[in-house]
């Protein structure tokens, strides 16, 4: 068999500033990786959604690609464990030295530069495939497992998880679910019959707390499936990614996007997927949920990067939108958390950042408000990085992908220099600021807050409409559809309660540089807070 190799492009992995190369990685070490395969141009989502089984046969892999593929790479010896065709994927295994054969990746292990992230498996510069491949294999995922994102941990959050007090940001008591449901004029109901799906990748999910929780809210438990991938949340592993993140730290992130959605959704079934932060571990957790049967009305996902920062590759962003897309095809929403870091998206330089993969066109990308006496105002506090206790509504406009057709008519510009006609961030907004949600974690009641609670917590509320609806409205990619007229207004105007003060400029990008509120639309809280009854009886 030829074994010729070519550069396989878009996989190329930059050298990590925060990391050093400490040994060459074993011959036998096992390894498990995701080949990505190519398919048929997708187009945008339409207003019905596709069953799998049309999904599969319209757009996924052609089955003699997978075999050819698990063909070639049989000959170096690696293994075919599973095809996927509708999401293009293979997972192939294999020890250390035929990986290296196959993609000539170089692995190594390298150390965290940062006391206490520990050591991880990593690469860097051209990954290779088979010539036989070429053109066949778009990328190949699970070689280098360096963190790829990450969830706010400079902020409040972590701060109060590592013993600051719970209350210092908060003048007023956290929201409980009747407080949700009140202030978000949320349907009755309780979500019976729904399923939703909450991406983690770290933190715990501890039984006890969702009780007590439950039990504080006068909720009954929902019925709760945990899918292990990679990652076994549980405080006894006090790391994942090798040592690259502390399980405990994110406790409190975990077990609020759970708990946001038990109190508002207490009969529904909740299934969390626990992935690593490496790109593999997006990319398989996104196929999980296109498995999943039943299908997920809504995914909440409470994780991001800055989407031009460099830690995904341009073939892992591919492959992640491409299964946003395909779950959009689905009809499930995907919330995502904005940031919590302003116009910075985390970056902190002299430029404007969104984070990814809030920026993708195929999901609800949320923002955040907080209050000021009775009124929501953009989620700004104190300008700069979060670790001083700050935090703002991530938004502006991305570099990385165009503006989807159910935008063109927003007049927003970045504030970058030059016009950047990109997708706009966010699409809606809740409450991220004062006086934030009441969880319980570590037996211990207190308050969470940030985009990442606003994100479950628009999750639970399109599973509470999607009961209310008749069977012929469900199951519905509701992004596109607060963009489009009713009457001659846009939906979101018609569903979400406009926010018309704040900014999200934070201190870095220079001088203050970030994005208003305005009246309508904006960059910061997209159409704005959501009137759940209104939202219902437009769809």
Known sequence: MDKKLVVLKNNERAASSKARRLRDLAPDHPIEITVELRGPALPEPGNKPLSKAAFEKKFGAKPADAAKVSKVLAGFGLRTDEVCLATRSLRISGSSEQIEAAFKPGLGIYEYSTKGRGEFRGRQGDLHVPAALDKIVLGVFGLDERRVTRRDDEGPLAARASNEPALRYRPHRPLTAVDIEKRYNFPEGDGAGQHIAIAEFGGAFLLADLKAYCDRQKRR????????????????????DSGSINQEGFAMESMMDIEIIAGLCPRSNITVYWATQSQKGWTDMLMSVFKAVPLPVALSISWGGSEDKGDFSPAAVTAINLRLKALAHLGVTVCVASGDNGSSGGVFDDDAHVQFPASSPYVLAVGGTMLKGTNEAAWWVKPGRQGNGGGASGGGVSRLFDRPQWQQELQIDSVNEGTQKGRIVPDVAALAGSPEYETVVEGVAQAGGGTSGAAPLWAALIARV?????????QRFLTPLLYQKVDGEPRGSLVCRDISDGTNNTSSPLPGKGYTVGSGYDAVTGWGAPDGMALLKSL
């Open 466 to 474: 999607n009961a209310r609806l008749p069977p012929g409205k469900q």
């Open 221 to 240: 438990m929902p019925r709760i499936t945990n899918v292990y991938d990679g990652l076994e949340p549980d405080f006894s592993k006090a790391d994942i």
